[in-house]
């Protein structure tokens, strides 16, 4: 199965494959600049974390965090229809 | 009056008892700020070359900056200086919480201890009363009940610093406790504490702290706490303080995992911080003026006890380092370090050393008085960290930290003493990660990560590149990231909430009335490291490049298992490494600073 498109949300506009992106990604700090420094993008639902970040050619070590709709994921996890997903990387340690 | 200081500086001769203060001086304020660029300062002039870090002439001072106390995000900060007993270099451990808010309440921007007591005491600040108190009752306490007993005994608002039986039995990396679980925990300061025979200061000041322009200060502090607010990251670092990078170095292979000899833990998940959040913790907890509380406070129901942390360096050095994966064991062997008074990072390193001695035989049940040191053993790491804290058994040996305690024991455990210039490892294993590795190297204060945290950096060009740019990031992060301990405040806004630095500028000139940049900051940034570097050729004969070279684990040995499995950086390019850095930092090829160097930076009156 091919990986569907993914674009920055606010260009968003190709109605065919809305059905498949459904989720919204926000990388914080770092991480922006792999997205156009955008403050978010749509991406499909039904692959992983992991996935999807290769595809957005965001650099997987990078990403110290994924929240999902508020919780703690692993990049394993299956993006599902409508989770708002949070990205953190860790810049400076304690 | 200066404004943005609160203008004395406290001495207390412990061996005559007297107690004397002098003006801050403007001179020093100017070109070192404060924190540590003053610790520096009277540490090189007043502590004689050559000073028994154990003897009457090494001095504890203890320095607050221009933002300590002051309404700046995270303005908690102070820097403790001294002689360090565990390395014979220089030592600055930098302690949050609200002490130093207190102090410059009290009008004091370094505390100094000098000499030594006769007999144990506590020194009673209560604003301009100072007094040494008789601590006898006191002595032999644990941090933690000593701290409360002082509250209760002097009231809610005075803070207390507070030292353990590892510093008063002479462990050399014994901590200095604060508001029941945060520490000054490196080098040795508690130790040279307690041979002062010091176990606590409390203070309270009742003054306020004069700034150049009220208004403006108001303003740029606010700025400042609404970066803080809106920024993306803030949930998250509250939800998990530093517990959010244990699963990402699990994932890139820095974890230390058994004595460093991997990057990554089989059984790391155990130890993540979503799972310490859903599993311990009670409630979060800030020091002075923060709008991000990392602290985390813990409780662990199987031993009916509870703590503040674990912070991440805990979790890898108590937990993964010494193969044990339940949180609640890791957050007990967080509480009786820190009731006990020992560094937790150079405890989780020294007792992973003995443990990997054992496996490996150098190390016998006979030497470890029946414990069975295998990795994972908690009630063994339990008994020896209280065994260390007491100096009994082996663990008189380990108390000496790890570089003499594999000097003592030799048979090849030499290369696996995790630790530069005599100072342990903190926890980020860096087989191959080579700006880590090198901040490692060159930390001013021994393998500490505070100073220059690059490990992301390496992930973003590529861990195992050897190139002058890595080199001028670390150099420039070592002259950037610690003037916040020069300033008193703590970094963490800056770093993990990603706030702007340049929102501080216009806040320490409404303070201080003096405009600066960041240019100017680093700068004098430059000049201290400088300072430091002289200190340590000063105090060791012979001092140079060996002195920074780091653990052979990280340039011989690869890990077998993990993320970074067969991966490692080699001896070649620890040396290129080491040549590129002197060279962009104008130090010779042993790594001493030269005369074009030092002139530049108007040092030259500075004797190494």
């Known amino acids: ?94 | 009056m200066l404004n943005g200081y609160g203008g004395k500086i406290l001495r207390v001769n412990l061996s005559s008892g007297k107690v004397t203060s002098e003006a801050t001086p403007p001179e020093v304020a100017r070109e070192y700020l404060g924190g540590r660029g003053f610790g520096i300062y009277f540490l090189f002039n007043e502590v004689p070359a050559h000073a028994d870090p154990l003897g009457p002439e090494n001095k504890l001072i203890i320095s607050s900056g221009p933002f300590s106390g002051l309404l700046i995000p995270g303005a908690g900060k102070c820097d403790f200086t001294t002689k360090s007993p565990l390395t014979g270099g220089y030592a600055s451990s930098s302690l949050g919480g609200l002490f130093t808010a207190e102090m410059k309440y009290a009008g004091l921007d370094c505390i100094i201890l000098e000499g030594i007591s006769p007999h144990p005491v506590y020194l009673f600040i209560d604003d301009q009363k100072v007094e040494l108190r008789d601590a006898s009752g006191l002595w032999g306490k644990g941090c933690i009940t000593v701290e409360k007993e002082l509250k209760e005994k002097l009231g809610e608002e005075f803070q207390i610093a507070v030292i353990g039986p590892g510093g008063e039995n002479g462990v050399s990396f014994a901590s200095i406790n604060h508001d029941y679980g945060r520490q000054a925990g490196r080098g040795g300061v508690g130790t040279v504490m307690g041979v002062k025979q010091v176990k606590a200061i409390a203070v309270r000041g009742k003054g306020s702290i004069q700034v150049a322009d009220p208004q403006a200060y108001r303003n740029a502090g606010k700025v400042l706490f609404k970066a803080c607010k809106d920024s993306e990251g803030l949930k998250a670092w509250q939800t998990y303080g530093t517990t959010i990078v244990v699963s990402w170095c699990d994932e890139v292979g820095a974890l230390p995992t058994r004595n460093f000899s991997a990057g990554s833990f089989e059984d790391g998940k155990n130890l993540y911080g979503p799972v310490m959040r859903e599993q311990i913790v009670v409630t979060d907890k800030g020091c002075f003026g923060c709008p991000s509380p990392c602290g985390k406070y813990s409780r662990m129901k199987r031993y009916n006890s509870q703590v503040e942390g674990p912070e991440y360096e805990t979790i890898g050095m108590l937990g993964s380092n010494l193969g044990i994966s339940d949180i609640q064991d890791v957050a007990q062997a967080n509480l009786l370090c820190d009731e006990l008074g020992i560094d937790t990072i150079s405890a989780g390193s020294v007792i992973g050393w003995a443990m990997e001695c054992f496996e490996k035989g150098i190390l016998t049940l006979e030497d470890t008085g029946g414990l069975d040191l295998h990795f994972g053993n908690v009630p063994s790491a339990f008994s020896m960290i209280e065994n260390i804290a007491k100096k009994q058994g082996l663990g008189a040996l380990l108390a000496q930290g790890v570089k003499k305690a594999a000097e003592v024991i030799g048979k090849g455990s030499e290369k696996f003493a995790i630790q530069v210039k005599g100072m342990e490892q903190s926890a980020y294993a860096t087989h191959n990660a080579t700006a880590m590795l090198l901040a490692y190297m060159t930390s001013d204060v021994g393998a500490h990560h505070n100073r220059a945290w690059a490990i992301t950096y390496d992930l973003q060009v590529g861990r195992e590149l050897v190139t002058p740019e890595k080199v001028a990031r670390v150099i420039w992060l070592q002259h950037f990231r610690p003037m916040f301990d020069v300033l008193g405040a703590c970094r963490l806004q800056w770093v993990e909430l990603s706030i702007d630095r340049d929102l501080y500028m216009p806040a320490l000139e409404a303070i201080t009335g003096i405009h600066r940049t960041w240019q100017d900051l680093e700068r004098v940034g430059e000049r201290i490291w400088n300072l430091t570097r002289l200190y340590w050729i000063r105090e060791n004969e012979g001092f140079g490049r060996v002195w920074d070279m780091p653990a052979p684990r990280f340039y011989d040995e690869p890990p077998t298992t993990g993320t970074t499995a067969g991966q490692i950086t080699k001896l070649a390019d620890v040396d290129r490494l080491l040549d590129m850095y002197y060279d962009q930092r104008g130090w010779d090829h042993d790594g001493i600073p030269t005369h074009k160097t030092l002139e530049k930076l108007d040092l030259l009156s500075f004797k190494a």
């Open chain 1, 1 to 94: 199965m091919a990986f569907p498109p993914i674009k920055p949300s606010k260009n968003w506009t190709c109605c065919p494959l809305k059905l498949n992106m459904s989720a919204i990604i926000r990388p914080a700090g770092l991480l922006k600049q792999y997205i156009q420094d955008q403050t978010s993008v749509e991406v499909a639902q039904g692959f992983t974390i992991k996935e999807t970040l290769n595809k957005l050619n965001i650099p997987s070590e990078l990403v110290a965090l994924v929240l999902v709709n508020g919780h703690s994921q692993d990049k394993n996890y299956q993006i599902a229809d409508g989770d708002r997903i949070q990205l953190l990387a860790i810049v400076g340690g304690g």
